[in-house]
């Protein structure tokens, strides 16, 4: 069975699984071992049945249960030369798990070819992916003030897509957050807004993506029938399904079907 299942999205924590044929692979860590491991039993897996880490950047949100995860487990992880060193800066243990890249540079694990591409982001060498194998292909991008061009490209054609949908830009101008804050999250180092969002998703969308997530909601400046509203106005007419990845893990993980467009927030 291939699937996309996300156990943590938003501004508390990220960590996503991506299952495609016999290969397994999560996509950051920042929730603590213990509630990976919580929600891996919800759908009969344990950390055993994973290949590897794959990190998109260095922020605790991304990494928060690295530490106990090296100390338990043998799995590598993987991370741009950048990311490993901000993290071994403070982790130094981690060296054991750790496989370094540069970003814009192509791996495969087990068979899964990953492609990296360097994204916009206050971190060190942030990165999204593309993740090939199994007969399907995920692009993964989110951390990134803007979509790049050249990610854009490299993304467009895959049938499953997990885009940043941050924040409503005016929930962002009136909300609560201290004026330095807005100014880092509206950046060219920041974060996608809800429109930047749907404008690559109506994109994508005709570039053939079979279903779409939004993800790395903010809690403060967004909420789910919004960013939803927002991506599934561009949508309409593209058989593409729509998803909003909740804060926690979703109740099952979303199946690579053929099945028609559908839009859901998959609480």
Not at 15 to 24: I, M
Not at 165 to 188: A, C, E, F, W
Request: hydrophobic share 35%; charged share 20%.
């Amino acid at each position: 069975m291939s699937f996309y299942y996300s156990i943590a999205s938003g501004s508390s924590g990220n960590c996503a699984l991506w299952q495609a044929g016999d290969t397994a692979v999560l996509i950051d860590l920042g929730v603590s071992v213990r509630a990976l491991n919580q929600a891996l039993r919800r759908i009969d897996m344990q950390v055993e049945d994973l290949s590897a880490v794959l990190l998109t950047h260095e922020h605790v949100d991304h990494t928060k249960g690295l530490a106990t995860f090296t100390k338990k487990y043998d799995l590598p992880v993987y991370a741009t030369f950048g990311t490993a060193a901000a993290i071994l800066q403070k982790l130094p243990q981690a060296q054991k798990n750790l496989r370094t890249f540069a970003g814009g540079e192509r791996f495969t694990v087990d068979d899964l070819q990953i492609q990296s591409m360097p994204v916009s982001h206050d971190a060190a060498e942030p990165v999204a992916y593309r993740i090939d194998g199994g007969g399907h292909q995920l692009g993964y991008v989110t951390d990134t003030g803007f979509l790049p061009e050249q990610v854009q490209k490299q993304v467009s054609g895959c049938d499953t897509i997990v885009l940043e949908s941050n924040h409503d830009v005016d929930m962002l101008r009136t909300g609560p957050y201290p004026m330095y804050l807005k100014q880092r999250i509206r950046g060219k180092y920041g974060h996608l807004s809800n429109e930047d969002c749907a404008r690559g998703a109506q994109e994508l969308a005709k570039a053939g993506a079979k279903r779409l997530v939004l993800a790395h909601l903010s809690d403060k400046n967004n909420n789910p029938l919004t960013a939803l509203r927002c991506t599934q106005r561009v949508l309409d007419g593209s058989d593409c399904e729509l998803y909003v990845a909740p804060r926690s893990a979703m109740e099952e993980p979303i199946p690579l079907t053929e099945e028609g467009r559908q839009c859901s927030m998959f609480d």
